[in-house]
Nanobody, 123 residues
Framework: QVQLVESGGGLVQAGGSLRLSCAAS????????MGWFRQAPGKEREFVAH????????DYADSVKGRFTISRDNAKNTAYLQMNSLKPGDTAVYYC????????????????WGQGTQVTVSS
């Protein structure tokens, strides 16, 4: 069992930065890939970023590539999403996820989710 708690969301002006954290409980965090997703009002949940269990490989949605960075600290059981050059289109609830089974870009493939943290980017 893995429990995930996101934090770090808030209101920021366009061009600003935020750092999201995802604190995990459970022994299996360090062996699990981690993902970040987001969901804007009226839209489906979409893939943002993925990191392997070791942190050696990452992947990003095209919409955030070059602006967002996913990382993890297995000693702290925490994953991060550094978001720079934020745009109003990044406004959404951001979720972290653990334990994918199969294609990690598909939110239906993930077994554990946090409660989400709101990110609002004003123009």
């Amino acid at each position: 069992q893995v429990q995930l708690v996101e934090s770090g969301g808030g209101l920021v002006q366009a061009g600003g930065s935020l750092r999201l954290s995802c604190a995990a409980s459970g022994r299996t965090f360090s062996s699990s890939p981690m993902g970040w997703f987001r969901q804007a009002p009226g839209k489906e949940r979409e893939f943002v970023a993925h990191i392997t269990w070791s942190g050696s490989s990452t992947d990003y949605a095209d919409s955030v590539k070059g602006r967002f960075t996913i990382s993890r600290d297995n000693a702290k059981n925490t994953a991060y999403l550094q978001m720079n050059s934020l745009k109003p289109g990044d406004t959404a609830v951001y979720y972290c996820a653990a334990r994918p089974t199969g294609g990690y870009r598909d939110p239906n493939r993930w077994n554990y989710w946090g409660q989400g943290t709101q990110v609002t980017v004003s123009s």
